[in-house]
């Protein structure tokens, strides 16, 4: 079959579930793993064949789709802030407003000396990474409570050449964290299940519920934990970062305005939502 018979078929299957450009976007980065090919490659060889061999690779692909898997999961990889990282179900696809909160932290913390920072909740370890990465003079750390998220974590650590310390804890019921620290930041679960509604399938039908959503009647449970553990280990004038619920920004910061932080800043995200909140001890 012709790739470009090919393509057309792709994108008339997946155009009623997603919109023109996501689709688009699809068949490029299939194109991109399966092939190697750009899409330039397309318009410079029109009668590329695919065999028979590749058309059935290229339908798994497209038939995962159809279900609403995440692209990022079908291949295993996702790309934050320069990197490639190893993805699977149990950790969160990392997101653009993430790299948003990481261009923050580097921003206020690229001209410092030596640093300590910790990561609670790091997934996939894309936020601990990045800092590693782009703060040499940090020394990084990163807790889950999930052992297959850690897994993940120290994989994508290793294949980014980034150095950062895991640790397994359950933050909830964490009494004390092992050092002080520069930069506390924390991407917890925070989506309430009354949202849910407003969550796509392949967000709902595959990403971990563990990281995403917590209780309706007790949402900010993870910020008033970490608040409260930060208290102890920040250093003086040391800065603690989340990203937030975009409509719970004010609550957030009254919470952290309640455990005597100073100079609560709320960021807005590319999307104009309340995403990011940073405080000082």
């Not at 060889?45 to 290229?58: F, Q």
């Not at 359950?170 to 309430?192: G, H, K």
Request: charged share 25%; with cysteine.
């Amino acid at each position: 079959m012709k790739l470009k018979v090919y393509k057309t078929n792709f994108l008339e299957q997946l155009t009623p579930l997603y919109d023109s450009m996501e689709a688009e976007r699809f068949f490029t980065i299939t194109l991109e793993k399966l092939k190697g090919w750009q899409r330039v490659d397309v318009v410079m060889n029109p009668d590329a064949e695919l065999t028979d061999a590749e058309v059935a690779k290229w339908d798994v692909v497209l038939n995962a789709l159809k279900i609403y898997k995440p692209i990022q999961y079908i291949f295993g990889m996702a790309h934050f802030y320069g990197l490639e990282l190893k993805v699977n179900e149990n950790t969160l696809i990392p997101r653009p407003e993430t790299e948003e909160l990481v261009e923050w932290i580097i921003k206020e913390n690229a001209d410092k000396g030596k640093i300590n920072i910790l990561d609670i909740g790091t997934g996939s370890g894309c936020i601990a990474i990045a800092l590693a990465k782009n703060l040499p003079n940090a020394t990084v750390y990163a807790i889950d409570v999930s052992d297959e998220a850690l897994m993940v974590a120290q994989d994508n650590a290793k294949a980014n050449d980034a150095d950062v310390t895991f640790l397994q804890k359950d933050i909830l019921i964490t009494e004390e964290l092992p050092l002080q620290f520069d930069v506390i930041v924390s991407n917890p679960p925070y989506v309430r299940n009354l949202e849910k509604h407003e969550i796509k399938n392949n967000v709902l039908d595959y990403e971990p519920h563990l990281a995403l959503f917590v209780e309706d009647n007790d949402p900010l449970l993870f910020y008033r934990k970490i608040a409260v553990l930060a208290q102890k280990s920040l250093t003086p004038n040391g800065k603690l970062y989340f990203e937030i619920n975009q409509y719970l920004g004010k609550e957030t910061s009254e919470i952290l305005q309640e455990y005597q932080y100073k100079d609560v800043e709320v960021r807005k995200d590319l999307y104009g939502n309340n995403r990011m909140i940073g405080a000082i001890l």
